[in-house]
């Protein structure tokens, strides 16, 4: 499934595009994300932690700097994963893309996400509003770190801290919003017709 979505930080694009390839001190903005290690300056293996309603999943896997292209401001990142205990796999192909803004920099992301195994179940809808959340998140947490990162401060502990609970309920907040929002815009519409 394909998920668009983009978010700002308040900081010139060289300097995000800068902090977005340290990915030792970026990786930990993302809400149930460890990194376990460095292979090399484009390979990282790490955990994934995510809650999916009443479900709690953790991937362990292998993500892949495969293209980054510093005029362009593009860097695309492969990424595969298994559960620790269950079946399931997960693929994501992830490109962000920055360009500056008057206010900073926008960071555009393009994420091809294929999930089999428990975290399939909750369809597209949920896996959306569960990825929009942690992206949101996560550029929270890149505009707190940045200055830190600047002034050569170690990270903050509390940055990247988010509960899986609180990531859960803000999401089935957001699907309710949209089934209320489709059920009542559609009821609406009719009515407006049959006038």
């Known amino acids: 499934m394909l998920i668009t979505s983009d978010f700002e930080v ?16 970026m990786a930990p903005n993302l809400p149930g994300t460890e990194l376990t290690e460095v292979v090399d300056e ?17 991937f362990g896997g292998t993500a892949r700097i495969v293209e980054r292209d510093e005029a362009g401001r ?7 994963g298994a559960e620790e205990k269950g079946k399931g796999q997960a693929a994501l192909k992830l490109t962000a893309t920055l ?46 770190d940045i200055p830190r990162w600047t002034r050569g401060e170690e990270r903050s ?26 059920f009542f815009g559609s009821t609406a519409r009719r009515r407006a017709a049959t006038r």
Request: hydrophobic residues 50%; proline residues 4%; aromatic residues 8%.
């Open 99 to 144: 360009t500056r803004t008057s206010g900073g920099t926008l960071v555009e992301v393009v994420q091809d996400l294929q999930v089999s195994g428990a975290a399939a179940q909750y369809g597209r809808g949920m896996i959306t509003d569960v990825t929009t959340v942690l992206l949101a998140r996560f550029a929270d947490n890149v505009a707190a």
């Open 74 to 80: 593009k860097v695309v990142l492969d990424a595969v």
């Open 10 to 25: 308040p900081a010139p694009v060289e300097r995000v595009w800068a902090y977005l390839l340290d990915v030792p001190r």
């Open 157 to 182: 502990a509390t940055s990247s801290a988010a509960s899986g609970f609180a990531i859960g309920l803000t999401a089935a907040l957001t699907a309710l919003k949209r089934v209320f929002w489709r």
């Open 42 to 58: 484009d390979t990282y293996r790490g955990r994934v932690s995510v809650r999916m309603g009443p479900v709690s999943l953790r």
